[in-house]
Structure formats: structure tokens, C-alpha cells
């Protein structure tokens, strides 16, 4: 079974700080993980997937497998990024959405 | 313009009426999912399709049905409402590759009194 942990419902940080919303999966396999965002009155969109590796938004992840975990990452918080954000897995070949789990997610707070 | 639309937005019902939630893409997408979330909660797989007459149901269990008879629309139904359907309902498309990307919907969130 796979299954995805966002420990943190609440997360407030200042402008300008760095910011880490923890995610941390179980899956017998080779994952793929993804952070999923949703803003305030929009619908919920992919903020970025590990297998690209890239940075969107001045976030980053990276996938740590021997501690399971797939954090994102931002050295500086600004007030835009003040979101609901989910990491979700998936444990299906070819990232195949079948088997995409979210976790509970992260309300990001970035105060001024 | 590409998207995915979801109707109503809101729906405030009595207990044992009929209802059918709509969820229509016009991305040319093969697969479709409907997702279930409660405030606070993980968003949980009920329904998904890989294609016209393709329906399987997701991890959660649901009372409601869902039919694939075209590619672009992908309706849940309710045939007898309760309390305890009270939630809010996503819907989503996902395109050929497997990039694990999903297009969402806004949403219709749905109140059974």
C-alpha cells in the first residue's frame, strides 16, 4: 500500500524566510512524487515532480529515498505563495494517475 | 479554450434526492477521475476511466456511479442522497505519456441536509 504523510496542517512563516512543507511517503516500489498547489479561489494545480527536477516558483524537492521524504523547499517566502499544497505519489508505471495518493496537505501562510 | 468544467459549483439537496454532478473536458484527454475531499483531509480516488466504457471505482468507497459514454464527458451520479455524502467532489483529466500531471476542475461541493 502506498501512502503519503504531510505532518504539518498549518505552516506560517514571515517574507523573506525560508520555508520547508515536510512530505514523507511509504512505497514498497519506485516512487514518483509530485507538489500540488491550490491557491486561494483557484483550482488545484501541479507545482512541480521530482523527476524533473526543476524549480518552479523558487521551489525545489528533492527525493530522498533512505528517509523516504520529498520536502519542498523555498529559501525565500513571499506573500504569493501562500497556498494549500499537497504532495502526492505515484506508485503506477509510467506515472500513470491510476494510482496517485495525496496527503492530507500544508496551508502555507507567508505573513508580511 | 482547452479546460475542464464542472457543474454546479454548489448544490444544497435533501436526503434522498437524485443527483448528478458534471464534469466535462475539452483537452482531448483519455483518462478522468473523480476525487473526493473533505476540508482538512487527503483527496480520495472514488472513480476513474481510461476511456469511453471504461469505468473503474478508486480506493475510496462511494455509493455513486459514474459512466464514460463519451471521451469528453464523465457524469457521477447519486441515486439517493444522504448526510454523509456531504463533500466537496473534483474532478480531473489526465492526457497519454503518463506524466502523472492531473488537470483539476474547480470543484462542486455538494451539501445533503
Known amino acids: 500500500a502506498q501512502r503519503v504523510t504531510q505532518p504539518e496542517k498549518l505552516l506560517s512563516v514571515f517574507k523573506g524566510a525560508p520555508v520547508e512543507l515536510k512530505c514523507n511517503y511509504s512505497?514498497?516500489?519506485?516512487?514518483?512524487l509530485f507538489w500540488y498547489v491550490q491557491y486561494s479561489r483557484q483550482r488545484l494545480q501541479l507545482l512541480l515532480r521530482?523527476?524533473s527536477r526543476e524549480s518552479i516558483k523558487g521551489f525545489t524537492a528533492d527525493l530522498n529515498k533512505g528517509e523516504t521524504s520529498f520536502h519542498l523547499k523555498k529559501p525565500f517566502a513571499q506573500e504569493e505563495d501562500s497556498a494549500m499544497y499537497y504532495c502526492a505519489l505515484s506508485g503506477g508505471s509510467s506515472g500513470s494517475a491510476r494510482q496517485l495518493t495525496f496527503g492530507s496537505g500544508t496551508q502555507l501562510t507567508v505573513l508580511p | 479554450e482547452a479546460d475542464i468544467y464542472q457543474t454546479p459549483r454548489y448544490l444544497v439537496i435533501g436526503t434522498g434526492k437524485k443527483i448528478t454532478l458534471e464534469c466535462s473536458q475539452t483537452?482531448?484527454?483519455?483518462?478522468m477521475y473523480w476525487y473526493q475531499q473533505d476540508p482538512g483531509m487527503e483527496l480520495h480516488l472514488i472513480h476513474y476511466?481510461?476511456?469511453?466504457?471504461?469505468?473503474e471505482k478508486g480506493d475510496l468507497s462511494s455509493e455513486s456511479t459514474v459512466s464514460r459514454i463519451r471521451t469528453e464527458h464523465f457524469p457521477l451520479t447519486l441515486e439517493s442522497a444522504r448526510p454523509s455524502h456531504t463533500s466537496q467532489y473534483l474532478c480531473?483529466?489526465?492526457?497519454?505519456?503518463?506524466?502523472?500531471?492531473?488537470?483539476f476542475g474547480e470543484g462542486s461541493r455538494l451539501t445533503v441536509l
Open positions: 480531473a483529466s489526465s492526457g497519454r505519456g503518463g506524466t502523472g500531471e492531473l488537470f
Open positions: 512505497y514498497s516500489g519506485s516512487p514518483e
Open positions: 483537452m482531448g484527454h483519455d483518462k
Open positions: 476511466s481510461y476511456g469511453v466504457n471504461s469505468t
Open positions: 521530482h523527476i
